[in-house]
């Protein structure tokens, strides 16, 4: 039987979790299918994402799926964000598959955690570990024994070279790049292109060749407890 699955996000990146969807279905995948979207966005409820209602905002996995149990694929691109909204929804009825589409190349060698979303030819080669919620888009790539933390974003046409690691809460523009055993401490935003070849320091911006940083950002809390 499939898991019935709410989307949450009616942007781009709910569009692309709609792919993953129908490509797995298409390809013979049947254990999880979207029977419904949700947004805070107001003024889309009663609305539809291609045929995928738009029942309401995060609400409503409460009040119109009860008990029921459900999976959540979270299809928010900003790291922080989407882990607040985890965080308000969590519970015991609620499940978070992995969203990994057909032509995405995961080594057997490869370990992840719950509520990834891994776009078309993303490669994790063998010995990567990554967490939970992250989000790889279109040709990313982890190399061999490459590690990424929970609640990052990693956009298209990136490299996460061999032994590199990516902390927690991480946002990687367009072709970024990371160096061989580099280690990107949690926080970091990477510019598009920027090629990362020395640590930064925790929740700064970086951008060039090779990446400088040009900004310290302020470091979230939560209602419950700090970042770890």
Same mark, same amino acid.
């Not at 709410?6 to 993953?20: E, R």
């Not at 057909?102 to 776009?119: D, E, F, T, Y």
């Not at 070279?161 to 926080?187: E, F, I, N």
């Given at each position: 039987?499939?898991?019935?699955?709410?989307?949450?996000? +009616?942007?781009?990146?709910?569009?692309?979790?709609? $792919? !993953?969807? @129908?490509?797995? /279905?298409?390809?013979?995948?049947?254990? /999880?299918?979207?029977?419904?979207?949700?947004?805070d966005d107001?003024?889309?409820?009663?609305q $539809?994402?291609?045929?995928?209602?738009?029942?309401?905002?995060?609400?409503?996995? +409460?009040?119109?799926?009860?008990?029921?149990?459900?999976?959540v694929?979270?299809?928010?691109?900003?790291?922080?964000?989407?882990?607040?909204?985890i965080?308000?929804?969590?519970?015991?009825? !609620?499940?978070?598959? #992995?969203?990994?589409?057909?032509?995405? $190349?995961?080594?057997?060698?490869?370990?992840?955690?719950?509520?990834?979303?891994?776009?078309? #030819?993303?490669v994790?080669?063998?010995?990567? @570990?990554?967490?939970?919620? #992250?989000? %790889? #888009?279109m040709?990313?790539?982890?190399?061999?024994?490459?590690? +990424?933390?929970? %609640?990052?974003?990693?956009?298209?046409?990136?490299?996460?070279?061999?032994?590199?690691?990516?902390g927690?809460?991480?946002?990687?523009?367009?072709?970024?790049?990371?160096?061989?055993?580099?280690?990107?401490?949690?926080?970091t935003?990477?510019? +598009?292109?920027? %090629?990362?070849?020395?640590?930064p320091?925790? /929740?700064?911006?970086?951008?060039?060749?090779?990446?400088?940083?040009?900004?310290?950002? $302020?470091?979230? @809390?939560?209602?419950?407890?700090?970042?770890?």
């Amino acid at each position: 039987m499939s898991l019935d699955v709410v989307l949450i996000g +009616a942007g781009g990146s709910g569009l692309k979790i709609t $792919q !993953i969807a @129908e490509d797995r /279905w298409d390809a013979g995948a049947r254990d /999880w299918r979207i029977v419904a979207v949700v947004d805070d966005d107001a003024t889309l409820h009663g609305q $539809q994402l291609l045929d995928y209602p738009i029942v309401g905002g995060t609400n409503a996995l +409460a009040t119109q799926f009860g008990n029921k149990k459900i999976g959540v694929i979270c299809a928010v691109g900003a790291p922080v964000t989407r882990r607040r909204i985890i965080d308000r929804i969590n519970g015991p009825d !609620i499940s978070f598959p #992995n969203a990994i589409h057909p032509s995405a $190349q995961v080594s057997k060698r490869a370990r992840m955690g719950q509520g990834n979303i891994l776009c078309q #030819n993303v490669v994790l080669q063998a010995g990567v @570990e990554m967490g939970d919620f #992250n989000c %790889f #888009n279109m040709a990313a790539v982890m190399g061999p024994l490459a590690r +990424a933390g929970d %609640f990052c974003t990693v956009n298209a046409h990136t490299m996460l070279a061999s032994g590199s690691t990516l902390g927690s809460y991480c946002y990687v523009g367009m072709g970024g790049k990371v160096a061989p055993r580099v280690a990107v401490d949690q926080g970091t935003t990477i510019g +598009a292109n920027a %090629f990362v070849h020395r640590s930064p320091p925790a /929740w700064t911006t970086v951008v060039g060749l090779p990446a400088k940083v040009i900004k310290q950002d $302020q470091k979230p @809390e939560f209602d419950d407890h700090d970042l770890d």
